[in-house]
DNA sequence: GAATGTCTGGAACATTTATTTCGCATCTCG
DNA sequence: CGAGATGCGAAATAAATGTTCCAGACATTC
């Protein structure tokens, strides 16, 4: 038995980033390569096979388990498994080290950890929102609803208040809308007022109601232009024709922010509103 | 040569993933499938080995191979190499935020600064909840809660997404809950059942409506507990006894952004539910 | 209703993989 | 200067990997 370290090995990457930096000048020269390498490009100890890594830091392959062994994993995937829970589940870095600070407070108790996950779930959200929406889409998706006479808002459950938000935000701004998704079962015949003239913005996230699937069906069978807000390219309410957008919304126990879609929803609703005042 | 697709394989992530989604209709029944799985979580392909992957998506690894194949690639490999590129081009973290941030404020149309901005505002808002917020508060007000037979929620306008959506939360978890609040004038008659052995949540932002605050007194008046958000300590909600939180949220464009209230609603949703649990 | 083409599942295959082992070189200290 | 220990590299090894192949299921078409 070769046991070197006491100590566990580190299991999350900062923690690790900080031992191998701080461990490095006592290394032996090759293992301080290796370590030099790993923090270059962190990346290519994540995908890279041990091969091709041994080469281009210009090492052998037994060192790279060497050196595994020497911060106390069992061997080199081991240690190449932390590196890819960095990239794993998108957190951007940023995120993760704030994420870790705070869980470095001492763990806090239950009370603290449940508003920092929430926390980071809406931060996650909004920068995952921020990143992969393309703002032509939006303009493609303004230019319908600036010129729908009526603005008819689908929503049920969880992305109900989205769209009583948004009702309330048009309000405001002098658009009239209609809210559809409250309680009473008036909705289909809400909805057949809907026409070409109109426009529709419907919301709806895993599992998609059923309800919600069927009014936007027929809003779009009355030949009413359509605006989807939803979380999957392959989501049902994707339509043929018109615009769709996708949000993803991070997690938290099992509950999804609301940040991103709230944020792409007073989006629209300013954006229309301005341009609205412009031509009207 | 089995050669299917004249089209040659994309070589980068988005290209792929737009191919994937415009074919994954007219793909058999398993390729689908992963097609689903590959858009819902395409970290779990950049990493996982095909016999990983091929059991979380409930397929056999050689089906793996078909799918890359039918998208014109040699193997699967070819194909995993894609889904790693996206992870590995990702500028560091602090150039991209810089960069990004650039483009916004400079460059832009209106569009994308409108997008910005309230994404900027979520943010803002959500760590300023994060720096301010004290857990004993939270914990004092979900004691309060977790005792309750029904929890009223009041909120108006602004508040109202947020009171809907605790609502739908709350009876996900299993937890009684009357949403007051609608179009209907039924608020006080509603309200009048409230007693000492329930509790009320009120959420109220200047300009603070008027129907919240009389719904407010009301429950009071009649002995029931109640826990207030609100944005300032001079709120008139702020109660004598009870709990009262300060939520600050940043705006754009005269649109307060709404996440910070989200993030503390679902805080106290889900304290409330498992304290609930424990209990029994 | 038979025949044809496609899709799917499972196992066999060759290859690549991470790891271990062993011998040599290098450095250290008496 | 020499004995011991340590670092290092190349090959050997055993596990695991991606891929291919074939037979059967399935739907479709004539």
């Known amino acids: 038995m070769t046991d070197e370290t006491g100590t566990a090995a580190p299991r999350d990457f900062w923690t690790l980033r900080n031992l191998i930096v701080t461990r490095k000048d006592a290394l032996p020269k090759r293992l301080a390569q290796v370590a030099l ?17 041994a080469e281009k830091a210009a090492v052998q392959p ?8 020497a911060f106390g994993y069992q061997g080199f995937s081991e240690l190449q498994e932390v590196f890819r829970d960095r990239l ?19 763990g806090g108790s239950k009370t603290e950890r449940l508003l920092a996950g929430f926390c980071d779930a809406a931060e996650r959200s909004v920068g995952s929102l ?18 729908a006479e009526t603005i008819y808002l689908i929503g049920q459950r969880r992305s109900f ?32 007022f809907a026409g070409p003239r109109d426009a529709a913005i419907a919301i709806s996230f895993t599992p998609y109601a059923s309800a919600t699937l069927a009014q936007a069906r027929q809003v779009s069978d009355q030949g009413t232009p359509l605006v989807v807000i939803t979380d999957s390219p392959f989501s049902p309410l994707v339509p043929k ?7 993803v919304e991070a997690d938290y126990e099992g509950f999804r922010s609301l940040s991103a879609s709230l944020a792409l929803a007073m989006t629209l609703t300013v954006a229309v509103a301005e341009v609205r005042r412009q031509d009207g």
């Open 88 to 106: 794993r589940d998108r957190p951007s870095t940023y995120d993760e080290r704030l994420s870790q600070l705070r869980a470095h407070k001492d």
């Open 130 to 147: 921020r990143e992969r929406i393309d703002a032509r889409q939006i303009e493609a998706a303004v230019a319908f609803l600036a010129r």
């Open 161 to 192: 208040p989205v769209t009583s938000y948004m009702s309330y935000a048009f309000g405001k701004l002098g658009v009239k809308t209609v809210l559809v998704g409250s309680a009473q079962g008036t909705d289909p015949e809400t909805l057949a």
């Open 37 to 53: 390498y790993a923090m270059a490009s962190p990346d290519d100890i994540a995908f890279g096979t041990a091969a091709s890594i």
């Open 241 to 247: 024709l018109g615009v769709w957008f996708e949000v």
């Open 62 to 69: 037994s060192t790279l388990v060497r050196f595994a062994q």
